[in-house]
């Protein structure tokens, strides 16, 4: 469909809303004193997830970890901020954190807005079914099962583009909204990143309840997202994703958060110099 | 800065034209189950006039991402009722109306109630010493009047209830909200933009309704 006319109806409502935003600008530095912002996802089990003693746990908030204590900050230097998927670009930009590290796929238009270091973790785009579901052993078979994904994530459109048109998508607000029907046998299989799917299978309630196919679906390099044009950060903290996988935190690290689920992880990724 | 409205990949006149069915069909729904609902609450029957006013201060005062949700979770997720719908969107669709016409019904019970209490008591009196009864008391001769009082408040209901279909994204229901959802996704360099667009598409959507029926007000209020 054209839409011409409504893109040139909607720059003037842009300018609106670029006013609006001007000011929403604040401190540059991602650090207040001695301590440093990291953003991080709070609701993923096995990547970043605030659990109800107030703690923090996950692959991702390990590796943060790692990072800033290589940049010199020991853990309790660290103040740890939201970063939901559609926040992450502006905590950045805005200098509300120093980086973050919240399931964040490199991608090019991505790349415009924020820079990466890394990748520190290469996962591909995966289904989860109940244990004793044998059905589904390869992308073809999607097209005549129920799915559900997350309103909007990229996984739901792949499906709905490229994997599986003709799959009956469901798709909610959270994945864990997507496993009771996945429980109840109203949708067949929860599709999205691997990684993210380890760390729901691994959670203790949901042991040995699902389990993931292993179809590689995608790419998705996870990459550390800090302020455009850091290079000096970039480097700090490419050596320090390096330092981790030589001296074995990555891989003790991986088997700690994903091993229960029995995810079949990739080695650890080259980083992009 | 816009060019991600012209790459074809988005289909936003159908996103927001199922925004519009929704808040259409919701409207309709919640105008019959409001009608319900107050002329529960002033009938003469004290279990009726107890549960509308218990579902109405329940209801109203429950935000509607828990309603709407627990729609889904409840009645498609763990009991299976689809309500006649075949694939996701469909069944999201249709749910989200429930929740939305169970939710907006309060707010519009509880404008044509203040409605009624426009109409002089003595009216209601004399009707029923015509020897009409409770039914036609209320449909004859208070409830048009009172309806015609509302429009006002119940212009607003309407331009809220537009604006809270978004909700309905959070059960796949493929609305503008959704869309939005996707675009952020996809347009990480032009997030204000996305929000500019969907922003402007709300106001086409509710300013004339709106001014519409603030000017139907003005027109069809009872002169007293």
């Known amino acids: 469909m054209k839409l011409r006319s409504v893109s040139a109806a909607a720059a003037a409502a842009a300018v609106l809303a670029l006013t609006a935003t001007a000011c929403g600008g604040g401190s540059d530095s991602g650090s207040n004193g001695d301590k440093i912002n990291i953003g991080i996802k709070f609701d993923q089990p096995g990547l970043g997830l605030k659990t109800p003693d107030g703690t923090y746990a996950g692959f991702d908030v390990d ?42 796929s490199i991608s090019d238009k991505r790349k415009k807005e924020v820079d990466f270091a890394g990748p520190y973790f290469l996962t591909h785009q995966d289904l989860l079914v109940r244990a004793d579901d044998k059905s589904i052993t390869k992308v073809e078979d999607l097209n005549s099962k129920k799915l559900c994904s997350v309103t909007g994530s990229t996984s739901a459109q792949n499906v709905k583009e490229k994997l599986a048109p003709k799959a009956d998508l469901q798709q909610l607000g959270g994945y864990s909204e997507c496993l009771t029907g996945l429980e109840n046998k109203r949708v067949d299989a929860l599709t999205t990143d691997a990684s993210i799917l380890a760390g729901y299978a691994s959670q203790k309630e949901h042991q040995g309840k699902f389990k993931l196919v292993g179809l590689k679906m995608s790419d998705e390099n996870y990459g550390i997202g800090l302020k455009k044009g850091d290079d000096e950060l970039r480097g700090k903290i490419n050596k320090a994703l390096e330092k981790m996988v030589s001296d074995g935190t990555w891989e003790k690290l991986v088997k700690q958060h994903f091993g229960p689920s029995g995810y079949q992880y990739e080695p650890a990724p080259a980083i992009a110099k | 800065m816009f060019d991600f409205l012209d790459s074809g990949q988005y289909d936003l006149l159908g996103a927001f034209w199922v925004t519009a069915k929704l808040a259409l069909y919701s409207a309709l729904g919640s105008l019959v189950w409001g009608t319900a609902l107050v002329a529960m609450r002033v009938s003469p029957v004290p279990l009726m006039r107890a549960f509308g006013t218990a579902y109405v201060n329940i209801v109203r005062n429950t935000p509607l991402t828990v309603v709407i949700v627990a729609c889904s979770f409840g009645l498609d997720q763990t009991l299976g009722i689809t309500l006649g719908g075949g694939r996701s969107e469909d069944i999201g669709f249709r749910l989200a109306i429930l929740g939305l016409v169970a939710y907006t019904g309060t707010f519009v019970c509880e404008a044509l109630r203040s409605g009624i209490n426009t109409v002089p008591p003595g009216q209601a009196e004399a009707a029923r010493a015509l020897g009409l009864g409770f039914t036609q008391v209320l449909t004859l001769v208070v409830l048009p009047q009172a309806f015609r009082a509302v429009v006002a408040p119940l212009a607003n209901v309407l331009i809220a209830l537009t604006k809270n279909t978004t909700v309905a994204a959070a059960i796949s229901a493929a609305e503008a909200a959704f869309l939005m959802k996707e675009m952020i996704e996809n347009e990480a360099d032009a997030l204000f933009a996305v929000f500019a667009v969907f922003a402007f598409g709300f106001i086409v ?20």
Not at chain 1, 71 to 92: C, F, H, V
């Open chain 1, 63 to 104: 590796v943060a970890k790692y990072v800033a204590k290589e940049l010199g900050y020991s853990e309790d230097k660290i103040n740890w901020k939201q970063a939901p998927s559609a926040e992450r670009e502006n905590l950045i930009k805005n200098g509300d954190v120093k980086f973050v590290v919240a399931s964040y």
């Open chain 2, 205 to 224: 959507l509710t300013l004339p309704t709106g001014l519409l029926l603030g000017w139907a007000a003005k027109r069809l209020a009872v002169k007293r």
